[in-house]
């Protein structure tokens, strides 16, 4: 395995149900994110990890609940969402504190909320 | 606080045309830029990143250039090919921690055999 690793890649819930979205990351790099890509919007960062530690949370609603229990993994908890939830959730890592470092992107989980 | 746009929105060109994307920026206070590909449905792939101090990066047909005087960067894509098709974006950090970055809204390229 290399890289940034997203699982699953599509998945459908109902409004009530409970999912999580899963991302692990093999390329030593000790920051992670969450971003989101609505359809005909740029990428908006969710959250972002350092160090294991949530150093920031931009606005999301509180059905969204992001887990990072070591460098290497992100979990993004979902819970009650809404239909606009729908979009392409991407994890990113890379090293923390580098202002000159590079973001490595996974593939991408593609969500649809009916 | 940082902006990024990208014009045009969707370019299409015939095989083996060169072309360029471009990237404006707001702040010139820039720390790097980095370039994106994302295939549709698909991840983003990192192209090239341009450090503050660097005037261009090359990557094969690829080679990007940033002036911060002009806030723009621009993407150069030799001898184009079919398998270039794809939407390009490009990125700028928000701040001086790398991985927050402000996104473009990108270039959708369609390259024609």
């Known amino acids: 395995e290399t890289g940034v690793t997203q699982t699953p890649r599509h998945l459908v819930m109902g409004m009530t149900n409970k999912k999580s979205l899963k991302c692990e990351q093999h390329l030593g790099h000790n920051a992670m994110y969450w971003y989101k890509q609505s359809a005909k919007k740029p990428l908006e960062l969710m959250f972002v990890?350092?160090?294991?530690?949530?150093?920031e949370n931009n606005s999301v609603p509180s059905r969204f609940s992001p887990e990072c229990p070591n460098s290497s993994h992100l979990f993004l908890h979902l819970h009650t969402l809404q239909p606009e939830d729908s979009a392409l959730y991407l994890c990113a890592s890379s090293h923390t504190g580098q202002y000159t470092g590079e973001l490595f992107f996974g593939e991408g989980s593609r969500l649809t909320v009916l | 606080k940082q902006e990024v746009t990208q014009i045009p929105a969707a370019l299409s060109v015939p095989e083996g045309e060169n072309l360029v994307l471009n990237c404006s920026f707001t702040?010139?206070?820039?720390?790097?830029l980095q370039w994106f590909r994302q295939d549709p449905g698909k991840g983003l792939t990192s192209l090239l990143l341009?450090?503050?101090?660097?005037r261009e990066q090359t990557s094969g047909r690829l080679n990007a250039s940033l002036d911060k005087s002009s806030g723009r960067s621009t993407l150069y894509i030799a001898a184009s090919q079919p398998g270039d098709s794809a939407t390009y974006l490009c990125a700028a950090p928000r701040d001086n921690q790398g991985g927050k970055l402000i996104f473009g809204q990108g270039t959708e390229l369609s390259v024609k055999p």
């Open positions: 990890y350092s160090l294991e530690e949530r150093v």
């Open positions: 702040d010139s206070a820039i720390y790097n």
């Open positions: 341009i450090q503050s101090s660097q």
